[in-house]
């Protein structure tokens, strides 16, 4: 750059001056050092004192035979900090990056001198040495405001063979910079952001971006963060067996980041067969049959990885084993058919057409409370953080305040609907309860009082679920309604059940229902919020295999759980039970990690936690 800019000099005169922010003192010395140079000095010493003259505020009579130059005042010059370092040193560090690359602190104003005058480069005349050597010796600043006054007196094509010259220099390896520093926890912070296929290609840049990864176990980190935030990562952990060499205090000396690394694709593969099962309907069925003595039908259930619990229409509460399929414990007391009922890892709520609500400890299957306050059936009951709510056939909600298992107190009761309340939801913002009067109502949890009414069911509505800002609702005129609770509007109409909509349940991906036509149905939750879907595309696919009405479903990223009036609970498994292959840790034999194990040692997840809701609405048969 500085030979471009001196020979250009000396092809065109200087343009005239203008004002900048540059020191007007000369920064070569005073001008008594220079007054003998002033007329008849070498030509470098001419182009320094024209270019001070040009630049500090004096002015120069030429003809600039060049092209005009774009604006470009000192006031661009960038800021920089107190420390003054000759610029060559600035551009050879950015460029130098590695171990071998010379210190900062490296006498580089020596070396150009040497090249320019004994170096033997014809490029510049040997008086040009000095400019140089003068250059290295002035401010960052001063730096700045002499190149630009060089940088105005080139035309276009010599700013493009500038910028190539600058853009290298300005390129940091920031990476390995801070790797070679010792700071690779910095580094290691960085590269945790990107995401697997970033992380691949990452480590393929060069030996030090490839140790941060490995010394880091990058790929660890990303599978441990995905398990914490996705239950479908977690399941498949624990199924597998490899979710026990995570979340480790101390790793196991035998794993290293290349066990990771090629385990990341296995767990790919492993979601790509799930998430594909569930829409073409390939699945593996296990039955439960409840062989109800008198009455048969199952009205609710809930389960989680170790057990089903699930109320029957001839008063029994039974407990299934997850393992065997087979009834651990039965529970007596209510003496109508038990309609709804959801537990925790203490206690079972349930509620009967007794007109009840019974509180069960759930180890010992004591019945610790009942509670005596509807007159007729009821038909839900949802209870989470110190907090109860229940509907029943005589029109009412409860809401009960719930300090512990016997001490339960009726806080409000909430009146509005004109027919039997069949279900509510609720979280800390809001109550939301549906009805056979056509109606779905909302309330402010925290002072029970009514907020809106959303309208659209042209029959009763038998099933309810709320989260977040969406409703989803099913009715008796067999349409699935999805309703955003803050402004109360329909977003979507879902048709395809050809009777009433007994069940429903989503999350993020898809909406599952079941119907008195016995049939349940998969429909993808996001085509169905977005208004330009085709309705034809939205139910992904219907499962026939219950004989009767379906009364009661949950469903979770493997598995749907369902219970019908034919006196079954179907196990719709999704999740791809082929074998895998995963990859051995260093002295580690195949029979140490079997494919099915599921225990997690050293972990810091929590346990399997029941499912949501295990509630059913009771529309009497």
Known sequence: MYWLCAFHFQLFAPRPSKEDNCDTTSPFGSSDDNSN???????A?????????????????????????????????????????????????????????????????????????????????EDFADVFARFDHLGEENQICFIQEFLLRMNQYQHGEVNSYLKPLLKRDFVSLLSNLGLHVIAEKILFKLDAQSLRSAEQVCHDWGRVVAEGQL????????????????????????????????????????????????????????????????????KINCRSENSKGVYCLQYDDEKIISGLRDNTIKVWDRSNLQCSQILTGHTGSVLCLQYDERIIVSGSSDSTVRVWDIARGEMLNTLVHHCEAVLH????????????????????????????????????????????DFDEKYIVSASGDRTIKVWSTAT????????????????????????????????????????????RVLEGHEELVRCIRFDNKRIVSGAYDGKIKIWDLQAALDPRTLASSL???????????????????????????????????????????????????RSDNPAGNSSASGGALPSSTAKPGGVAVAFEP
């Not at 790793?251 to 790919?268: A, E, H, K, N, S």
């Not at 069911?457 to 709320?466: D, P, S, T, V």
């Not at 989260?467 to 609770?485: C, F, V």
């Open 539 to 589: 139910c992904v696919k219907t499962l026939v295999e219950h004989s009767g009405r379906v009364f009661r479903l949950q469903f979770d990223e493997f598995q749907i759980v369902s219970s019908s009036h034919d006196d079954t609970i179907l196990i719709w498994d999704f999740f791809n039970n082929t074998t895998v292959s995963l990859p051995q840790p260093r002295n580690q034999s």
């Open 219 to 286: 790929w660890r980190k990303l599978i441990e963060n995905n398990v914490r935030t996705d239950a479908l990562w977690r399941g498949i952990g624990t199924r597998r067996g490899w979710i026990k060499n995570l979340f480790r205090k101390y790793p196991l000396p035998q794993i290293g980041d290349t066990y990771y690394r090629q385990l990341f694709p296995v767990i790919m593969r492993d979601i790509e067969a799930t998430e594909r099962n569930w829409k073409i309907g390939n699945h593996t069925l296990h």
């Open 381 to 424: 009951v949802r209870f989470q953080n110190g907090m109860m709510v229940t509907c029943s056939k005589d029109r009412s909600i409860a809401v009960w305040d719930m300090l512990s298992a016997k001490d339960i107190a009726l806080r409000r009761v909430l009146v509005g609907h004109r027919a039997a309340v069949n279900v509510v």
């Open 448 to 491: 029970c009082e009514f907020v809106r009414t959303l309208q659209g069911h042209k029959r009763g509505i038998a099933c309810l679920q709320y989260k977040d800002r969406l409703i989803a609702s099913g009715s008796s005129d067999n349409t699935i309604r999805l309703w955003d609770i803050e402004c109360g509007a329909c977003l």
């Open 37 to 43: 140079n002033s007329t008849d000095g070498t030509p």
């Open 45 to 125: 010493d001419q182009l320094v004192k024209m270019m001070l003259m040009n630049g500090g505020g004096g002015s120069v009579e030429v003809m600039d035979t060049s092209e005009e130059p774009a604006s470009y005042g000192s006031g661009a010059a960038s800021a920089v900090g107190n420390k003054e370092l000759p610029s060559t040193e600035r551009m050879v560090a950015m460029m130098h990056l590695s171990e071998s690359a010379p210190t900062l602190s490296t006498d580089l104003s020596g070396l150009h001198s040497t090249r320019l005058a004994g170096g033997g480069d014809s490029r510049f005349p």
